[in-house]
């Protein structure tokens, strides 16, 4: 490094698709910093910024060339009227036929403006949430760049888990890796930090310390944020200085501008107090040549390798007890309220164009927390509350509504069902066993809250959670309808920890959970399991235990038994409708393109 320099990073959400107006942004960006009493010299923003990350087979409509994009980042430096400075920006290449995940950095301004250096992700996440193989090819090269303060490496996101990359970085003279990211938030429970933080900030904060820590290098993370596909990427950008201090951090969830200032003595003080460096250098050869030769273990009679006393696998699996396991329903509720009233801002108003919402409230605690949140993300004035009672609803059920309604300070609408229902069953001039009464009750609710959006120009809110959805417990083009959920990954007793966190009166979440059909009617009576069990046993399901590593956790096999079957049997009510797949083109299949593309 030259000399000290001041950082920034961009932590600002994308408008998905629209390459012009990300333009725009970062222009927005360094306007913004050109009033700085001591602008950065470089600004970095997150990986695929210019279009949004979850594009699927829209990436090819996307894509962009490293020389286009520089142009185009010129003419918005210009006009911003910021000095001399580097940007790191992520995008969808187009390069030699063929479309990569990459960053740019670029020098604009001065004398020598120009492309520095591009950077192709090499490791391509294809698991859990993720498919980037599918859509873009892996890049092949690491290496560190010279630029007018000093000399730097980038890696995209996933490159910076594979210990090589960072260690070729410092090995090729990096002082300072940049990481463009985007990187989806997942995990309610309280950050190790004590901060209301996604769990996966915390173990993106833990490596790129352990990155600095061991390479002596500055760790420059820019994470994007905005909510693409009910996914919402996590914010938390951070700088971490070569002993792992954390010099700057950014907020979870919300656009921030973070700045630093980095600085060579602090890699040189660093790197004087450790060897690393020095040893893998003197080491690399031998060891990449040794790769030819593989050692055999060799274990004795008591099952030790007799060169290092490590015990031989004997394919014995503890038992886990039930104490020993933490709570799995535990969230940070405070962290939950801020995402999903982030989830709900993005959904509603910047991907659909609503200002209002409607929320069928029943006088449950899964509505009531619905219209919560909503008021929370549009305020009172922009929530519609609609009561849909049928004539054998229960009258605690709808004076249960009214009180939500009224705590929270929203429009109250009441339209009752029992005619139009009564209606249908004699149209068909059948006697309609309870379930199929019941089934006709919820899609007429449907037909309500749609043709009241239709009215208002409000967008209807689901208002299931993960238990009923995992469960099959809700009726399929019913209550599972409304095009924006935010309960629908919160199993009913986290709902409840959410409801109590929020102020929900004790009477609407305390009392059993009832779909209400029919009188007397509750939940647990037509599961024949509580909320309390099925919960925890779906999310060890759900973590790939199987059936007898759940009964040894200490419950009933009979009950595990009932929800795996629950499980099983509902696949379909989870999923659109099956096509039959006959051309390459498939909706779904061949031809993808994301809701909100």
């Not at 792992?244 to 919300?254: L, Y």
């Not at 024949?528 to 069990?533: A, E, F, K, L, Q």
């Not at 009964?551 to 379909?572: I, K, P, Y």
């Amino acid at each position: 490094m030259i000399d000290s320099i001041n950082v920034a990073i961009g932590q600002i959400r994308p408008r998905k698709g629209d390459y012009g107006e990300n333009l725009r942004r970062i222009g927005g960006v360094l306007a913004q910093i050109a009033q700085h009493d001591a602008p950065p010299a470089l600004v970095v923003f997150p990986e695929t910024f210019l279009s949004g990350y979850f594009v699927q087979g829209g990436v090819t409509e996307l894509v962009v060339t490293a020389g286009a994009l520089f142009r185009d980042l010129a003419a918005q430096h210009e006009h911003s009227g910021a000095p001399s400075l580097d940007v790191v920006v992520g995008f969808y290449e187009q390069f030699d036929n063929r479309v990569f995940n990459s960053a740019l950095y670029a020098s604009l301004g001065g004398a020598a403006p120009r492309i520095v250096h591009v950077h192709r992700k090499v490791f391509l996440p294809t698991y859990g949430l993720f498919d980037e193989k599918r859509f873009v090819e892996e890049g092949n090269e690491i290496k560190a760049f010279d630029t007018r303060w000093g000399r730097v490496a980038m890696g995209v996101c996933e490159d910076i888990w594979h210990s090589i990359i960072p260690t070729l970085a410092a090995l090729d003279g990096a002082q300072v890796i940049i990481v463009p990211s985007a990187a989806p938030a997942r995990g309610l429970a309280m950050s190790n930090t004590g901060v209301a933080r996604p769990e996966t900030a915390d173990a993106w904060e833990s490596r790129i310390r352990e990155v600095a820590i061991e390479h002596g290098v500055y760790v420059v993370l820019a994470q994007l944020v905005g909510c693409e596909g009910g996914k919402i990427f996590q914010g938390n950008s951070t700088i971490v200085a070569p002993d792992g201090e954390v010099v700057a951090r950014g907020p979870a969830f919300e656009d921030a501008i973070v700045t630093a200032t980095l600085s060579p003595t602090a890699i040189a003080r660093t790197r004087a107090h450790q060897s690393f460096l020095g040893d893998i250098e003197t080491k690399l050869d031998i060891l990449l040549r040794g790769r030819s030769r593989p050692a055999t273990l060799r274990f004795d009679s008591h099952g030790l390798d007799r060169r290092g006393g490590i015990p031989a696998v004997t394919g014995r699996v503890p038992v886990i007890e039930h104490g020993d396991l933490p709570d799995p329903m535990q969230i940070a509720p405070q962290l939950a309220e801020d995402w999903l009233v982030s989830f709900l801002r993005d959904e509603v108003k910047v991907r659909r164009g609503f200002d209002r919402v409607l929320v069928g409230l029943s006088g449950g605690v899964d509505s009531a927390v619905t219209a919560a949140l909503a008021v929370r993300a549009f305020g009172q004035k922009n929530v519609v509350g609609v009561r849909m009672p049928y004539k054998t609803s229960s009258e605690e059920s709808l004076s249960h509504a009214s009180d939500v309604g009224t705590a929270l300070g929203i429009e109250l609408q009441t339209v009752d069902i029992s005619d139009a229902v009564d209606g249908y069953v004699r149209a068909v001039g059948d006697d309609l066993d309870d379930t199929r009464r019941g089934n006709v009750m919820a899609r007429m609710r449907m037909i309500t809250l749609f043709d009241l959006s239709a009215k208002l120009g409000a967008l209807p809110l689901g208002t299931g959670n993960k238990t009923e959805r995992l469960l099959g417990y809700f009726t399929w083009h019913g209550d599972d309808s409304p095009p924006v959920n935010p309960l629908g990954d919160l199993f009913k007793t986290q709902v409840r920890m959410l409801a109590r966190h929020l102020g929900l009166a004790d009477a609407i979440v305390d009392k059993p959970a009832s779909a209400d059909l029919v009188p007397g009617q509750t939940d647990e009576a037509d599961l024949g399991v509580s909320y309390d069990d099925a919960d925890r046993i779906l999310h060890w399901m759900l973590s790939g235990y199987r059936d007898d590593a759940i009964v040894a956790l200490g419950f009933a096999a009979e009950t595990v038994a009932l929800v795996r079957q629950r499980l099983d049997a509902t696949h379909w009510k989870r999923n659109l409708p099956t096509v039959a797949v006959v051309s390459d083109t498939a909706i779904g299949e061949g031809y993808l393109r994301p809701a909100d593309y």
